[in-house]
């Protein structure tokens, strides 16, 4: 299978350095409107210890809203079950950065994966300490998961988003008018915008994954969430992870996912595989356009969907 | 593992039938609200063949919209993939009988699964015949993949959503307006409430949903559907099968799941089982209370769940 | 005055010959939009008895929603107050055939004028008996009020719109599941849709609204409704009589208003003036484009707004 | 007539003061809560120069949204017809303080007195000063309108809803993301929320409205605005013055008005009346509701709604 592998990811990456349409750099922070459409970079850390990339696979990019996944991780850890009174686990069906749901829904967001949510997850985490405390904290969790010290905040995005963040500054306020984000507004954006200015290459990425695929277990062995709390953040991400192409990207690619909109995308195969693809350009969905083709023909070569009969390794 | 499912199915069964909150059984269509609701029956057909039951899993009920998989499928052997141009496929966010949406989103519906995608899909199916014609092809389909020619409609039932089927009769109608119906309302909901109201066992349905475990394939070796079909249901049966509580059933059970209003479930475990439970009283989004519990638990004990390392046999 | 009202008519009338955007005829159902665009007819109908015309005043144009004002009398005159259980009296703040508002609001129609508020004043009109019974009380009722018995229904208008009458099923079927609509769907829109139907010149118009200007008496003096009932009619028109364009008419016309697909807009002015104008272009709201206009002029040159003084005879 | 209406007054204030059901002190924001809710008064300021006053008609209230009649007066000023470029003109469908609405149309509030039109209307009067600068023009207005100079900002409620100020914090970053709000959005909620909480009594509230029934005139002769705006503000008022409950009190009161939620209502009759009442307690639909009962009760006594023919002095 591991040569197949790598003829899978070679494959893949002639393809999408060919592809001619490459969708759009995200445009409203700033900082990210930078960014060249022509990257391309996958990796795939698989179940039994190997690593396969392709492309840039060791460029840096931000991995804005893939942070969600491991604040999520953390916040169940700081709170557990307690944390489904404040956020939902459904799909929204909306945008991902809409605010009608918390109008209907009284301030609870549908989701831990939209922008509301993720807010909500942010209050969680910052348990009182300035946002510092939170990001050292995030960034100690993603350096022990991926085995890599060299992970950092890109201030310059962190800025840019504070700028622009008007919409967050929004569902952050309404949410705190329904006393469900209990710290001071600025503080929680504070914290939020800096764990979306994370940079990780996609082979960093891939390895912060594992635990996900191993049923809870850092490679190293240590237990980083229960079997049960793994499996739902995975349906978290199925259900939830792509904003509302949610449903089109479990239809197409079929693997537990969460995208953001610096152009990565985090995808998982329980016991098989944590991925990681990066390019810029979005689709109309707002993720990545080459990252979701990639993924689609990876499932296609490998029949890694979770809804097919696993394949013998 | 036969021994142990025998067993896990048994103590599913102890634990259903000595549960105190049933929930509450459907009583907007008043045949339905006549169903007692003590029953309980569970069939597990396994991808190796067996069948382990439990309960009252030879008893009929109606199962109303788990008949929506099945007329998918045959809508999708009739148009391919045009049929997307008519249905979404992305979680809707909002209840099964909403026309919120239609009206948001210009007469498409989200999802094959809620009433309005499934009306379009029975319009597909009608393909202009009467509708008796199109419910006679679903009954000899269903009678093949289960194996079973003793499949049949409930008339009462049928007769007794059509005379309380005004916001179904509202949906189609809002539809044709936008030319997304395009037979006349009248023999779509025909044929549409005489689907819902076939009546099988818990043991017929686990056997008529044994393709989507095996990659599309009845096991007597015909094909029924290609394995990206298969897998391309399972997945619309994950994220859109149990309607606004689609991401807890994913959260919670882990399966592609088909929920009906007569308090079946269809699930299903890629390359591991087709399972149907039954038990009448619903859970305040509408699905079976027990089936789910007792879902919920098999998953737990047998590890069945696509968001886990696959478990050996 | 008069003198003044005949030159200002005239000049209306000039002006709107000349004009050069009128609108575009309403294609949604397919009798209307066989009608020219370059009509235009006015009437005054003042509280001292005199009439002014101008342009084709006696052409008659099909009323459509301009109907529900009268219809609005007739179930005030049946049910009294009660109607208000079954019908809100708020501007909707959406479009004129819009479901959403229903399913947020329990199948309560926000007011009488949107057209599922005009199905449920059809619903109580029709009181048991056949449409036909109906449709013959309000001709005979808008006979009465303009004095002339020459009113009658254009057949092949009301079957075109039965043809094309999805939407409007739609909202009856969803009101018939809240039950607020109670009779059979297809007598009531039978009512209605012949309601609609119903043709009328300018002049027939404007002497059929006298009563609303004239704290509604008839100019024969009887009394149609009481005064109190007559202000609450106008308050009415004025706050949705104009779709989700009714703050545009208050705000630049200033009177009391209801438009028709049609073409045609009844406007008063309470003590003063009974007022029709037609011209079949609509305006993107969906309002008579010239009409509009007309009307504006004539409140400028008149002194007529509700919302300014009095301004002497 | 005077006499008349000094006996109208007085009967109004007996039985108010008689009420049982006064509603409910709105609560969210807590120096408002703390008012108590037996008071009344009433304040009818002529067009012939009377003033009738009756119950606590000197005791000062916080004036809240009534601010914004005057507010939307100066913006006008400022940049006349361009402001319907940034607000609507047209009922909200919806709750003062709702965000959906925003959501589906692009940042553009669709009346200037919900509240997030308001903000945007405190935007354009900030006009690149410091907030103390517009609200010291709004008190000069104020002032010169009432012709009296002891008008001032209770600064404990403008603390009061700053502290609480969630949900227009919110609001005012949401527009803020679409570039309707253009300044520093603490700068602009400091005005708005400073002018919310000015205080009147309600002779002094009565004197500030007469431009509004005298065609835009100040009693000195002043013209404080076109009689063609003095109109349109009056529409305003009575399409969009009391939120989602303009319609009602258009059907039963007959007056443009403009509630604020201390209690306090002005109301026009132009050419006649202009009149304020203030009682804290409020009805379901946040306006006052003795206040509400007041207006209704002299206009049925007076005959002074709009809607009815002009009674004889």
């Given amino acids: ?154 201030e310059a995005v962190a800025a840019s988003e504070t700028a622009s963040g008007f919409r967050n500054m929004a569902l952050a306020n309404y949410m705190r008018a329904f006393d469900n984000v209990r710290h001071p507004v600025e503080l929680v954006l504070g914290a939020y915008f800096h764990q979306c200015a994370i940079e990780m290459s996609c082979r960093q990425l891939a390895l912060a994954g594992r635990y996900l695929m191993l049923d809870g277990r850092h490679p190293d062995g240590g237990r980083v969430v229960s079997p049960r709390r793994a499996r739902r953040i995975n349906a978290l991400m199925l259900t939830c992870g792509h904003y509302d192409a949610s449903g089109d990207f479990a239809f197409r690619v079929g693997m537990p996912g969460k995208s953001g909109v610096g152009g990565g995308i985090l995808a998982i195969v329980p016991g098989r595989a944590s991925i990681a693809v990066w390019s810029p350009g979005l689709n109309a969905s707002g993720n990545s356009q080459l990252g979701t083709l990639a993924l689609e023909e990876l499932s296609s070569r490998t029949g890694w969907s979770i809804f097919s009969p696993p394949v013998a390794r």
């Fill in 1 to 154: 299978m591991a040569d197949d592998l790598t003829d899978i990811v070679a494959d893949i990456v002639a393809t999408m350095q060919g592809a001619q349409d490459r969708g759009r750099v995200a445009h409203y922070i700033p900082e990210l409107a930078k960014v060249a459409p022509h990257h391309f970079g996958i990796a795939v850390a698989t179940a039994d210890g190997q690593m396969v990339t392709g492309g840039e696979a060791d460029l840096r990019f931000s991995i804005q809203s893939i942070s969600k996944v491991f604040a999520l991780t953390l916040a169940l850890g700081k709170v557990g079950d307690q944390l489904w009174d404040r956020v939902g686990r459904e799909p929204s069906g909306t945008a991902f950065n809409s605010i009608v749901q918390l109008e209907h829904e009284q301030g609870i967001p549908r989701n831990p994966f939209i922008n509301a949510g993720a807010i909500v997850v942010a209050d969680v985490n910052l348990s009182g300490h300035q946002p510092r405390v939170a990001i050292g904290e995030m960034l100690r969790f993603l350096r022990y998961l991926a085995g890599d010290d060299d992970i950092a905040i890109n």
